[in-house]
């Protein structure tokens, strides 16, 4: 017989990695894009992302996501990529896996199989820099308008909440016009439908 210690893992120092982001919209995007070009960024030509996003079933807008995890599968430049988020300390604070396929289609089934329902698709044009250990991510999202997020990956031991509000102070420096939003894309694409 084998001993419970025995199946339990040895390495208990490797960590997970997640990542941390903040996100606000754009009230200048010309402004947004001179102050990034001060700082020597140059943002990436746009790439158009056309995201399906899915809920496990069961889980209604309005619940909380920490915890729950919540399917995307994302087309851009042909290639089909299934992520996988967890939020673990709020909406943008999240365990993330991701991973290339081969078939939308047959993905899309395979995600409703294991309990996902599809909820807002988003459609985005993008464009990507990154400044030191920070992602940036410019996006015109339709419906919604214009954002820009930034993002860091952090491990395991490292509060999500103390990034954020590092990535907040940066984004403060930049001294244009930000609005944060908590929400991630789907909850306010959700909203300004719920709107009309």
């Known amino acids: 017989m084998i001993g419970i210690?025995?199946?339990?893992?040895?390495?208990?120092?490797?960590?997970?990695a997640y990542e941390v982001e903040v996100k606000y919209r754009i009230g200048d995007l010309a402004a947004l894009e001179a102050a990034l070009a001060v700082r020597g960024v140059v943002l990436s030509a746009p790439v158009e992302q056309d995201d399906q996003a899915y809920a496990p079933v069961g889980w209604e807008y309005g619940q909380s996501k920490i915890g729950v995890p919540f399917a995307r599968l994302r087309t851009e430049w042909g290639r089909h990529l299934l992520?996988?988020?967890?939020?673990?300390?709020?909406?943008?604070?999240?365990?993330?896996?991701?991973?290339?396929?081969?078939?939308?289609v047959q993905m899309d089934a395979a995600i409703r199989q294991m309990g996902f329902y599809p909820t807002v698709r988003i459609r985005k044009a993008r464009r990507t820099a990154t400044l030191g250990l920070m992602s940036l991510c410019v996006d015109e999202v339709d419906?919604?308008?214009?954002?820009?997020?930034?993002?860091?990956?952090?491990?395991?031991?490292?509060?999500?909440?103390?990034?954020?509000?590092?990535l907040d102070r940066f984004a403060a420096t930049?001294?244009?016009?930000?609005?944060?939003?908590?929400?991630t894309y789907d909850s306010l694409i959700r909203a300004a439908r719920a709107r009309v």
Do not use: M, W, Y
């Open 5 to 16: 210690d025995a199946l339990q893992t040895t390495d208990k120092t490797e960590k997970s």
């Open 83 to 104: 992520t996988v988020k967890t939020p673990v300390a709020n909406e943008l604070s999240c365990v993330e896996h991701e991973t290339e396929v081969a078939d939308r």
């Open 143 to 166: 419906g919604i308008g214009a954002f820009v997020e930034i993002e860091r990956i952090v491990t395991d031991g490292v509060a999500g909440e103390r990034i954020q509000a590092e």
């Open 174 to 183: 930049l001294d244009v016009s930000l609005e944060r939003t908590t929400d």
